[in-house]
């Protein structure tokens, strides 16, 4: 999580508190969308973060697939 969503949680968790505390409902449901924001923002950076790599693995991959193939041609099979 980035530091900018771990302060919108923190933020968030406060807000919930003290609306729990001074029975303001608002400021609870405002707390808990702070929350939820945060962590769909957290949870999108790991899709993106696992999309990268995935994407890195697959372009490395291909690489070697194309080494490979090139050294069949060139007579130097890789091993």
Do not use: C, S, W, Y
């Not at 899709?47 to 080494?67: P, S, T």
């Amino acid at each position: 999580m980035g530091f900018g969503d771990e302060v919108k949680e923190t933020v968030g968790k406060a807000k919930e508190g003290l609306g729990d505390a001074f029975d303001n409902e608002d400021l609870r449901r405002d707390g808990q969308q702070d929350r939820i924001e945060a962590n769909v923002n957290d949870m999108a950076d790991d899709v993106k973060d696992a999309a990268d790599r995935k994407h890195a693995d697959a372009k490395g991959g291909f690489a070697d697939a194309v080494e490979d193939v090139k050294d069949k041609f060139d007579g130097n099979p890789r091993t």
